[in-house]
């Protein structure tokens, strides 16, 4: 079956992993002449604004609603952060993820044995840590009305709502059951229930939608933080609204060590996924060469397994990296002080390099 794919790499350091990511692409893609596949590149965030003063344009989202995958780099650029918000490089990402329906955002975070050290956990808590975070993406405070600046001068006012209605904690809630019935069957659903309205209508109803055989607890966002740098191992599927998820995830990084290894997939009900590393666009060493294209690479394994048919390859490129990184070889984001540090293509080059040593096995 063909696929298309939307190729979407952004600002900062997107271009370059995703680059690295679209060689390995092709690379797979001369090899095996069963994936039928296609992309087609286009600008989004602060590439967009500058070529087009828009950080969307609508037929860069038609595209994206029309493929099977959409592979992101990142968005964010710091010359743009005096526009309103709803006209900044992350409103593209908002507006794609809310358009497109992709309600689900996986966010997966595990040791690697070999990184154990570059972990600023002590070895024995981040140790066999593994876990995915089941993020809500489409609704909370990111997306609920009313929302706005009002006023004038001293009597400004900014606000924000957060809602959630049955149904979207239904399905978001079910999404993490059938990610925990793969995994070990455990789910810890996070909110603020003792403050919140909207969480606790959201712990009543995952309550009420997680079956028996699922073990299910509950932490307050507050204590789920510190659960996951004092015991990351306790967590196995996480289920969150949209703004705890996001601050979560990012803790839950530096289980792994660095924040540059963290793939997501963002899912809706159907085919089309959005696949992005869970960082940002790093405009601080964007051009240097430092980035580590390794969440980028691990966002295209997910894309093969959820939107585009090849399971065999998601699995091989998730190997690819794991040898990579016992092999010893680091970004600067994961050397330390005595190691020599890759650079983004060369570490793209040895994924391929592994994966053409399985082809040949
Ligand atoms: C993420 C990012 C985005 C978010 C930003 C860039 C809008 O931080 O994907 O975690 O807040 O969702
Ligand atoms: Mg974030």
Redesign the pocket.
């Known amino acids: 079956m063909s696929h298309k794919i939307t190729v979407l790499p952004g600002d900062g350091i997107g271009p370059e992993i995703m680059d690295e990511t679209l060689r390995l692409l092709e690379w797979i893609v001369e090899r095996d002449p069963q994936l039928d596949l296609i992309w087609e590149e286009f600008p989004i965030g602060g590439a967009s604004l500058e070529q087009y003063d828009k950080p969307l344009l609508p037929e860069v989202l038609k595209a994206a609603k029309n493929s099977s995958a959409i592979l992101l780099g990142a968005?964010?650029d710091p010359r743009w952060d005096d526009l309103p918000v709803n006209r900044r490089p992350?409103a593209a990402?908002?507006n794609l993820r809310k358009q497109c329906g992709l309600y689900a955002n996986l966010r997966p975070a595990r040791i690697y044995s070999e990184l154990v050290e570059s972990s600023p956990l002590k070895n024995h808590r981040a140790a066999g840590a593994d876990l995915v975070i089941v993020r809500e993406l489409t609704g909370g405070i990111?997306f609920s009305l009313p929302r706005g600046i009002e006023g004038t001068g001293e009597h400004r006012r900014g606000f924000n709502t957060l809602s959630y209605t049955r149904e979207e904690v239904v399905r978001i809630t079910e999404v993490a059951v059938e990610i925990a019935r793969q995994r070990s069957g455990k789910i810890t659903s996070i909110d603020k229930a003792n403050v919140l309205e909207s969480s606790k209508l959201w712990r009543e109803v995952v309550t009420e939608t997680v079956p028996d055989d699922i073990q299910l607890n509950h932490l307050y966002v507050d204590n789920a933080a510190m659960q996951l740098v004092l015991d990351p191992c306790q967590f196995d599927v996480i289920v969150t609204g949209?703004m705890f998820g996001?601050i979560l995830?990012?803790i839950a990084s530096q289980i792994s060590g660095s924040i540059g290894l963290l793939p997501?997939a963002s899912l809706r009900d159907g085919a089309l996924g959005m696949y992005?590393p869970?960082h940002?666009s790093a405009p601080d060493i964007a051009g240097t060469g430092m980035a580590n294209p390794l969440a980028m690479i691990l966002s295209l394994a997910m894309a093969f397994r959820y939107s585009l048919d090849a399971v065999g390859w998601a699995d091989k490129i998730e190997k690819a990296v794991d040898q990579v990184i016992a092999s010893g070889k680091r970004t600067a984001d994961l050397a330390r002080d005595n190691e020599p540090a890759l650079n983004t293509t060369e570490i793209g080059q040895a994924v391929r390099e592994r994966l053409q040593q399985m082809e040949e096995i």
């Open positions: 968005v964010g992350e990402l908002l990111y949209n996001d995830s990012d997501s992005e869970v940002g």
